[in-house]
Nanobody
């Protein structure tokens, strides 16, 4: 079983940037798909970005995912934060090589890190 620990959340102001960390133990990143998800109050969980053996980094809109093999850590950077980004951000992983936004494809989850964007 994998152990996943997220960090880096907190209170930020609109327009600021934030970088979340997801440290995985129990397997090396090149054997895993690792994804970032978020869930805002009253909303469904949303898949953001994913990395696997073939994807070192990826970006979509204001979100950038990257990884550091030496630290077995996956990062999620969010630029130009908006109040709508307020949510609990989760990192999830599974053995395998296909990236997907489908949460059911991930077997192990972290406890989440809260991000609050407010002026």
């Amino acid at each position: 079983q994998l152990r996943i620990v997220e960090s880096g959340g907190g209170l930020k102001q609109p327009g600021e940037s934030l970088k979340l960390s997801c440290t995985v133990s129990g397997a090396t990143l090149d054997s895993l798909r690792v994804g970032w998800f978020r869930q805002a109050p009253g909303k469904d969980r949303e898949g953001l970005l994913c990395v696997n053996r073939g994807i070192v980094s990826s970006e979509k809109d204001r979100f950038i995912i990257s990884k550091d093999y030496t630290k077995n850590t996956v990062y999620l950077q969010i630029d130009n934060l908006e109040p709508e980004d307020t949510a609990n951000y989760y990192c999830a992983a599974a053995l395998g090589f296909s990236c997907t936004a489908n949460a059911e494809a991930f077997t192990d989850w972290g406890q989440g890190t809260q991000v609050t964007v407010s002026s």
